[in-house]
């Protein structure tokens, strides 16, 4: 069974950074292109970023292109996320997702619904 388990989650001051990590269990993890999404309570779960298996392409959500970056280390079953340039309306649960499969555009990665695993979230805050 495949799981996902998500770390490095917190409060921040605006304009600091944080970096969270997913560790996948229980399947070959280079299989899996990788996404993290994010959600607050009474708002749609929104993409925020995604990365093909072997890593060469990247995709990320309008209002986190340039200030977070998405990794992986298939060596560590890992992905990251790091966050820079943090605001406020940044504060979410921030969860991990896996999806199998080739794809090859944005909304290909950006869609929750082509995701076969999710992890149960960490908690961002940044305080204003």
């Known amino acids: 069974q495949v799981q996902l388990v998500e770390s490095g989650g917190g409060l921040v001051q605006a304009g600091g950074s944080l970096r969270l990590s997913c560790v996948v269990s229980?399947?070959?993890?280079?299989?899996?292109?990788m996404g993290w999404f994010r959600q607050t309570p009474g708002k749609e779960r929104e993409f925020v970023a995604a990365?093909?298996?072997?890593?060469?392409?990247?995709y990320y959500g309008d209002s986190v292109r340039g200030r977070f970056t998405i990794s992986r280390e298939n060596m560590e079953n890992t992905v990251y996320l790091q966050m820079n340039s943090l605001k406020p309306e940044d504060t979410a649960v921030y969860s991990c997702?896996?999806?199998?499969?080739?794809?090859?555009?944005?909304?290909?990665?950006?869609?929750?619904?082509?995701?076969?695993?999710w992890g149960q979230g960490t908690q961002v805050t940044v305080s204003s």
């Open positions: 229980g399947h070959t993890f280079s299989v899996y292109n």
């Open positions: 997702a896996a999806m199998s499969g080739y794809y090859w555009s944005h909304s290909d990665y950006s869609g929750d619904q082509r995701y076969n695993y």
């Open positions: 990365i093909s298996q072997n890593g060469g392409d990247t």
